[in-house]
């Protein structure tokens, strides 16, 4: 199964008729996990997404609305190379590795 499959099959799910430029959503993805970071890069595809409903875009406005997140994110420099992941998980779940068993069947 190729991106294109996986893309076609979930707008199938999602019930929506769309050309899809995969292209261009993970160069604003990249940008955004790049130069923010890496949860940024969902996270800004879902907004461009939504802006897109908004405006009713066609491809034109839709790279418009694209190259102004690309824009955005290049001056952000927030991410640092140390630390991508920089939200906090929260968890009520205390594993201690060396005391668990592992059954390799």
């Not at 970071?37 to 405006?55: K, M, S, V």
């Not at 418009?64 to 997140?69: M, S, T, V, Y």
Request: hydrophobic letters at 45%.
């Amino acid at each position: 199964m190729t991106l294109h499959d996986w893309i076609d099959e979930l707008c199938d799910a999602l019930d929506i008729d769309v050309e899809v430029d995969e292209g261009l959503i993970l160069d604003v993805a990249r940008d955004a996990a790049h130069s923010v970071e890496r949860p940024a890069a969902p996270i800004t595809t879902y907004l461009l997404g939504y802006a897109a409903a908004l405006h009713e875009a066609n491809p034109e406005k839709l790279e418009e609305l694209a190259g102004r997140a690309t824009a955005l994110a290049e001056t952000w420099g927030g991410a640092s190379d140390e630390d991508d992941f920089d939200v906090p998980v929260e968890t009520d779940v205390d594993i201690d590795i060396d005391e668990q068993l592992v059954d390799a069947d």
